[in-house]
Every structure is written in structure tokens, then in C-alpha cells.
């Protein structure tokens, strides 16, 4: 069980201090992807870097977590928030959750370049979902003097970056962060309270698959054509 949270069961036994509520009007097939990757992203903008409407983000990978960290910079009410990824269909989207701009990456020759381009000066702060190490330099460097950068990807190494010139002279934060840094029993609650506003259309990054099509619903993930598989288990 990844984080003690995921499994494949009709029935789970949980401690109570793990457990939320929820409204009871709201289906659990959206809410059960908030407890991890969806309060990691919204969660990142929102209790970490403490987003708010004078600040300019970027978000590297479209997946579900950069995805929720758009709706959760959208919902603090940033003035840029800017997409980067390579999927022009998920950047599209991006755009319909609150991305103010969008830059596909596999069109560009130099990605911060593209974002100073947006914000001169470079943005606060910058999120990477990718684990990709040309992706948290390039996050990096589209940074503003002071900025800070939020790398989320469970897995990644960098090879190689200069400290001096890319984190000490521009007095630049790396700063690691896990599940949002989230307290579940009142972030979780609060997502669906925004979801049910309308101001954090968490459903329209989610795909449903029967249990019996979970192969499906990984080669679709796997693909991009999903964002955010969830799989439903049918009542015997």
C-alpha cells in the first residue's frame, strides 16, 4: 500500500485519525482522488508557497498533480499561471482550468526562455511534477531572484547544474514538499467545497473504468489519454 492509502479492496479498515468527511451529495468516484495526487499539486500552491492573486507560477507536467496545481493556483487567485508541458490536448485543458498561458515544450528551443518571454522578471514560483531532470533545471531558470522552486515527482536526480549561478546568486528556495503539505480532515472537505462552487472542476481530469477494465485504464494513462484513471468496483 503506497502511503498507506491505496489498494484494490471492497473494504479497508482505517484509523479514525485518517478519516475525513465529506458531503454526502458529492460521488466518492471524484473524491477519491484528492487524498494524494490532487491535494499534492493544489495543496503545493496553496499551503506551501502561499500563492495569492500577486503571484506568477509555472507548472511543469500536465498530469493529475500539475493539473491540481493549477486549479489550486487558480482558486488562490495567481495573475500568471503558465502550463509547460508536451501534450497539446492536455496544455488545451490546462487553459480551461485556469492556466492563463500555455507553452508546449517539444516547440520551444529554450523553455525558460519562454517563460521569461511571459514574466521578465521570471515567475515566484515553480512546480515539477516530472522527476525529469531537464524538466527541474528548466523550472529552475524560470525563476525570479527570491523565487522558489517545488519539485513533487516521487522520483528524480539532476545530473548536473550550476548551484552557484542557477540557486546561490539569483538567491533562489528549492524546497521539498510531500502530499501538499496538507492537513486531509480540512483541505480535503475544502476541495470539495470549491469543486461543488464550481471553482475547482476537479472532474474534468478524471476517467472512470470498471474494475474488469483496469488494464484499459493503465494504457490509457499511460498514453495520455487519460489524465486520471479511477476505477469503480462493482457492488455484488
Known amino acids: 500500500m503506497f502511503f498507506g492509502q491505496s489498494s ?3 473494504y479497508s479498515v482505517a484509523n479514525a485519525a485518517s478519516v475525513c468527511k465529506v458531503d ?3 460521488d466518492l468516484g471524484i473524491v477519491a482522488p484528492l487524498g494524494c495526487g490532487v491535494q499534492t499539486g493544489a495543496g503545493a500552491m496553496i499551503n506551501v508557497a502561499h500563492v495569492d492573486e500577486t503571484s506568477a507560477v509555472a507548472v511543469f507536467g500536465c498530469g493529475a498533480v500539475g493539473m491540481s ?3 489550486g493556483a487558480a482558486v488562490a487567485g495567481a495573475k500568471v499561471i503558465i502550463a509547460v508541458g508536451g501534450n497539446s490536448k492536455s496544455l488545451a485543458l490546462a487553459r480551461e482550468l485556469g492556466a492563463t498561458h500555455a507553452i508546449n515544450r517539444k516547440e520551444v528551443d ?6 521569461h518571454a511571459i514574466c521578465p522578471a521570471g515567475v515566484d514560483v515553480t512546480l515539477d511534477t516530472s522527476g525529469n531532470q531537464y524538466m527541474m533545471v528548466n523550472a529552475i531558470r524560470s525563476l525570479k531572484f527570491h523565487g522558489t522552486f517545488l ?3 516521487a522520483a528524480g536526480c539532476i545530473d548536473h547544474f550550476d548551484v552557484g549561478g542557477d540557486i546561490m546568486m539569483p538567491m533562489r528556495t528549492m524546497k521539498g514538499t510531500c502530499e501538499g503539505e496538507s ?3 480540512t483541505f480535503v472537505p475544502q476541495m470539495v467545497r470549491w469543486y461543488k462552487e464550481g471553482r475547482f472542476p476537479v472532474d474534468k481530469i478524471l476517467s472512470f473504468y470498471d474494475f474488469s477494465e483496469i488494464d ?3 494504457e490509457d494513462t499511460s498514453s495520455g489519454k ?3 484513471a479511477v476505477l469503480r468496483i462493482s457492488k455484488q
Open 8 to 10: 484494490f479492496a471492497t
Open 24 to 26: 454526502d451529495d458529492v
Open 69 to 71: 496545481a493549477i486549479m
Open 110 to 115: 529554450d523553455v525558460p526562455a519562454a517563460v
Open 151 to 153: 519539485p513533487v515527482a
Open 183 to 185: 492537513d486531509p480532515k
Open 216 to 218: 484499459k485504464a493503465l
Open 226 to 228: 487519460a489524465i486520471k
